[in-house]
């Protein structure tokens, strides 16, 4: 937005929200600025929380609408839109590239950020900001490939603004950190967990990436961070217990193949949390046991910073859970984007799977890691990333789905 002469963060926030409620919010996503401010002056005004979505160019059915800067784009010809439970939503889209076409060259304009709408009929898919587009020239034509990321993807590249420094907590929960390394950024904030016991000290040095920090202080609450599709920062448990939402075998429809990932790097025999020391005192130590790797001794042993003795235990239960959680997953490609009740695929919730031939040698209930959906001129596919449950909780599994 552009000031004129004698404008004011309350008056810039009425001129683009219709109230002075975002002033605090421009001010914060500015840093640096002072007003009255002088006419010509270039000041940023990040997406307001909570602003409604305008629904004018949605559709019924099950139609994929793309909106780019708040124009309908309809020159895609092939899209893939992936959710997961801990990381920021993402889109990859691509489409016939004629640079002569003015209207396709604003919206493919590099660096531009332009904001991303998708919605299947009148149920938005996701909300995010294009990152790149990449064109690309073959003796048949050029094709041109543009990636977009969420609302949070910034909290992995970015700091926050000068003004909000120095940045330290004491004594405050996760959801209070949160908030106030978050909101700054116009991102809002959602809780769908317990926020867990207080941090000691948390501090945030000049240069630290919030992401990093954020994600660090809640795996030691056994907590994710995801994203909801109106792009604001989702803390959940990942409770794998439900009820699966379909019955899958790697012999029958919809299932088009599956395909497993082993990492071995990171799987370990005990993993041990150390609070930090205390002058004249020797840090406390928990250590979790796998009770599946007993024939070597691969230990981990980690600090858990800012954190009390009083949550040791749960901290080393996370960092196991997590362990397990990445230690195998399984890629299953169905031919529907539909579970069996006629509602897409969703992360978070979970599948019972079979398969000998993925070394799933009984039938497994699985978590939801993450979905794909992909949509070329032929076919509409999903994928489903599938990771054992209880991971992301803190919890052992049980048995592992080679046992038998």
């Known amino acids: 937005m552009i000031t004129v002469k004698g404008d004011t963060f309350e008056s810039l926030s009425r001129r683009a929200y219709g109230s002075e409620s975002g002033a605090a919010q421009i001010r914060k996503a500015n840093p640096g600025y002072t007003s009255p401010f002088l006419a010509g002056v270039t000041v940023y005004i990040p997406a307001q929380i909570g602003a409604p979505t305008n629904r004018s160019q949605r559709t019924a059915g099950d139609q994929v609408v793309v909106i780019i800067g708040g124009k309908k784009f309809q020159y895609w010809n092939e899209i893939l839109i992936t959710r997961s439970i801990d990381a920021p939503p993402a889109i990859e889209l691509s489409a016939v590239w004629e640079p002569s076409n003015k209207e396709l060259r604003d919206v493919f304009r590099p660096f531009s950020f332009k904001p991303i709408d998708i919605f299947l009929g009148d149920k938005k898919l996701f909300t ?5 587009a990449t064109p690309s020239t073959r003796n048949d034509g050029s094709t041109i490939t543009a990636s977009a990321l969420g609302k949070t993807a910034i909290l992995s590249d970015c700091t926050p ?7 330290s907590f004491d004594d405050q929960s996760l959801d209070a950190i949160a908030a106030a390394l978050i909101s700054p950024l116009g991102i809002a904030v959602e809780f769908e967990a317990g926020a867990g016991a207080p941090f000691d000290r948390v501090e945030l040095q000049t240069g630290d990436q919030l992401m990093a920090l954020i994600v660090k202080l809640a795996q030691q ?28 075998s790697a012999d029958a429809p919809p299932v088009l193949q599956i395909d497993a990932n082993f990492n071995t790097q990171n799987y370990y025999s005990h993993i041990t949390a150390i609070a930090p020391t205390i002058v004249g005192l020797k840090g406390e130590q928990v250590t979790v046991k796998n009770p599946y790797l007993t024939n070597i001794l691969r230990p981990f042993t980690f600090q858990a910073d800012d954190s009390g003795n009083e949550t040791l ?14 230690m195998v997953s399984w890629s299953v490609s169905v031919a529907t ?27 497994t209930v699985f978590l939801i890691r993450s ?34």
Do not use: C, H
């Open 221 to 248: 609450r056994a907590v994710v961070v995801g994203e909801t599709v109106d792009g604001a920062a989702l803390f959940t448990k990942a409770d794998s217990t439900g009820t699966p939402v379909a019955v899958l």
């Open 337 to 363: 984007w539909y579970k069996p009740d006629g509602s897409t695929w969703q992360p978070g919730e979970t599948v019972k799977l079979s398969g000998d031939t993925a070394m799933i040698y009984r039938p």
């Open 371 to 404: 979905v794909t959906l992909a949509q070329n001129q032929n076919s509409r596919t999903a994928t489903l990333n599938l990771v054992l449950p209880g991971g992301f909780a803190g919890v052992i599994p049980e048995a592992l789905p080679w046992d038998e």
């Open 313 to 326: 235990q749960q901290i080393a239960e996370a960092k196991a859970g997590r362990m397990f959680a990445n």
């Open 161 to 167: 603004p000068a003004s909000a420094f120095p940045l």
């Open 128 to 132: 995010g900001d294009m990152t790149t």
